[in-house]
Nanobody, 127 residues
Framework: QVQLVESGGGLVQAGGSLRLSCAAS????????MGWFRQAAGKEREFVGA????????FYGDSVKGRFTISGDNAKITVYLQMNSLKPEDTALYYC????????????????????WGQGTRVTVSS
């Protein structure tokens, strides 16, 4: 069984920063990409960004471009989300997810294609 565990969430003031981490454990698996998603109360799950390991490429959702950065270690299947210039609208439950198959770069934002998910870590940004 594969487990993804997120950490690093918390309460931060607008303009501040947080760094989320996600580590995989359990059964060994090959990860093509790791993604971050978020879901705010009453809203649909939103693609935050993803990293493709074998090309060291990162992709971001429009709402976080220029503020968030994804990095990680493929050997450890650990991924980070550095969040800067946080806004109240960034408040959400943040999830990491692992994608084992390449469905094409344009499909990275499709949550239903990801194979494994963490339980989420909550980020609250106060104004």
């Amino acid at each position: 069984q594969v487990q993804l565990v997120e950490s690093g969430g918390g309460l931060v003031q607008a303009g501040g920063s947080l760094r989320l981490s996600c580590a995989a454990s359990g059964r060994t698996f090959s990860s093509y990409a790791m993604g971050w998603f978020r879901q705010a109360a009453g809203k649909e799950r939103e693609f935050v960004g993803a990293i493709i390991w074998n090309r060291s490429l990162t992709f971001y959702g429009d709402s976080v471009k220029g503020r968030f950065t994804i990095s990680g270690d493929n050997a450890k299947i650990t991924v980070y989300l550095q969040m800067n210039s946080l806004k109240p609208e960034d408040t959400a439950l943040y999830y990491c997810a692992a994608l084992t198959v390449n469905h094409g770069d344009y499909r990275l934002k499709d949550a239903e294609l990801y194979d494994y998910w963490g339980q989420g870590t909550r980020v609250t940004v106060s104004s």
